[in-house]
């Protein structure tokens, strides 16, 4: 499966951004995807997650209550609608997706053999 991601930019503390995931190639078998996000000097970190049949959801602590992932079937698309943004949000965001649910943390980068390119979020104070 191949991924893009789009939708960043440059928002004020408190604002509103959507970022989409297009997935293209062998999209009829995949399990779940998500996001991630990474700060300059920080590692990689989960965002979010959403499993393809049924829709269920799991978010990082940080960003619950104020970012939603969801999909478009039709589309092969996820969004990630993110809300009350603040400046710690800053980092690049990339999508991910897997086609198992596998043996590891669906948290984990490693839970993931997809990746799109990134889109960079920034958000001022």
């Known amino acids: 499966v191949q991924l893009q991601a789009s939708g960043g930019g440059l928002v004020q503390a408190g604002g509103s951004l959507r970022l989409s995931c297009a997935a293209s190639?062998?999209?009829?078998?995949?399990?779940?995807m998500a996001w991630f996000r990474q700060a300059p000097g920080k590692e990689r970190g989960f965002v979010g997650r959403?499993?393809?049949?049924?829709?269920?959801?799991y978010y990082a602590d940080s960003v619950k209550g104020r970012f939603t992932i969801s999909r478009a079937n039709a589309k092969n698309t996820v969004y990630l609608q993110m809300n009350s943004l603040k400046p710690e949000d800053t980092a690049v965001y990339y999508c991910?997706?897997?086609?198992?649910?596998?043996?590891?943390?669906?948290?984990?980068?490693?839970?993931?053999?997809?990746w799109g390119q990134g889109t960079q979020v920034t958000v001022s104070s």
């Open positions: 991910a997706a897997t086609y198992s649910s596998g043996s590891y943390y669906y948290g984990s980068v490693h839970a993931y053999g997809y």
């Open positions: 190639g062998r999209t009829f078998s995949v399990y779940a």
């Open positions: 959403i499993v393809w049949s049924g829709g269920s959801t």
